[in-house]
Structures are given as C-alpha cells and as structure tokens.
C-alpha cells in the first residue's frame, strides 16, 4: 500500500482546506482509512476515519468541521477542513489499517504527511 497527501497549506482561522490522499496498492475489499494529525512537539492522533462499509468517525475535536470521504472509485481519500482553528496546525498523515483493521498512531501503513498552518 503507498499513500500520497496532498492539499496542505497556510491559512487564516476560520478558512478551509481540503487534503487529499492517493491511495495504491490496497488489494483488500475490506479496509479502514484514516486522517491523523500531529501538532508540533506532539504524537499523531486520530482525527478521522472511513471504512469500506462507509462507516466515519471523528474526534471531538474536529466534529462539525472536518469531512471524511473518498472517490467513487476508491483511489483517492479526502478529508474536507472548514472553520479551521490555530489548534488544527501540523502535520496531517493519511493512515491505513493493516488488513481490515483501521489505523492507529502505533500501527498504520503512513503516507508522508502534509503541512497545515492556520493562523490567528
């Protein structure tokens, strides 16, 4: 499985972005996707995730304003971020899980991550 974000950038609080994610390689019809972020001089944690049931879940955190979703053919995942905050700055990594289990911050397949800066 290779990942590659893309869609990181700076912007003022209150804007949006969205990051997206290719995705190669996944053989498996039963898989879990998932969105991370790491702010600085902090550890990676989860911010969203999608089955291939379409089943989502999300942080606390970001419920309201972040929208995960992928393409109708599976290849790209997306994760839409509205009314962004000073506190959603850092790196953002596309996760998946190994097999059909969902990613997490000590186990995941990692994309290199993106950069979002949001500024106050």
């Known amino acids: 499985v290779q990942l590659s974000e893309s869609g990181g950038g700076s912007v003022q609080a209150g804007g949006s972005l969205r990051l997206s994610c290719i995705v190669s390689?996944?053989?498996?019809?039963?898989?879990?996707l998932g969105w991370f972020h790491q702010a600085p001089g902090k550890g990676r944690e989860g911010v969203a995730r999608?089955?291939?049931?379409?089943?989502?879940s999300y942080a606390d955190s970001v419920k309201g304003r972040f929208t995960i979703s992928q393409d109708n053919a599976g290849n790209t995942l997306y994760l839409e971020m509205n009314s962004l905050k000073p506190e959603d700055t850092g790196m953002y990594y596309c996760?998946?899980?190994?097999?059909?289990?969902?990613?997490?911050?000590?186990?995941?397949?990692w994309g290199r991550g993106t950069q979002v800066i949001v500024s106050s």
């Open positions: 996760a998946a899980g190994i097999g059909s289990f969902c990613p997490r911050s000590d186990l995941a397949i």
């Open positions: 390689g996944y053989a498996d019809s039963n898989y879990c």
């Open positions: 999608l089955a291939s049931d379409g089943d989502t």
